[in-house]
């Protein structure tokens, strides 16, 4: 069971970043998938989710109106597609599955930005 996350980098404010999250070893049609992420010094802290089948989803405030997440669940993939990029939404992005109280975690995707 693994999840791998990728798509990070170094960009500009303003910019868009779109980070996936890949399933291996596991279906992930009947999880809720979703995104945190740490910034150096910080908590953890969510960024959004995405319930089982793609009709429902969740941000945090800070995010709202420019992040969005979906999934294909034939890709057995979660995307987080990043747009108006701030300073503040540097930090390292984490995906996790969730269901029934099992939690899986990605190793993480540095997202730096930068003027």
């Known amino acids: 069971v693994q999840l791998q996350a990728s798509g990070g980098g170094l960009v500009h404010p303003g910019d868009s970043l779109r980070l996936s999250c890949a399933a291996s070893?596991?279906?992930?049609?009947?999880?809720?998938m979703g995104w945190f992420r740490q910034a150096p010094g910080k908590e953890r802290e969510g960024v959004g989710r995405?319930?089982?089948?793609?009709?429902?989803?969740n941000y945090a405030d800070s995010v709202k109106g420019r992040f969005t997440i979906s999934r294909d669940n034939g890709l057995s993939t979660v995307y987080l597609q990043m747009n108006s990029l701030k300073f503040e939404d540097t930090a390292v992005y984490y995906c996790?599955?969730?269901?029934?109280?099992?939690?899986?975690w990605g190793q993480g995707t540095q997202v730096t930005v930068s003027s």
């Open positions: 070893g596991f279906t992930l049609d009947y999880y809720d």
């Open positions: 996790y599955a969730y269901l029934r109280g099992n939690v899986y």
């Open positions: 995405i319930d089982s089948n793609g009709g429902s989803t």
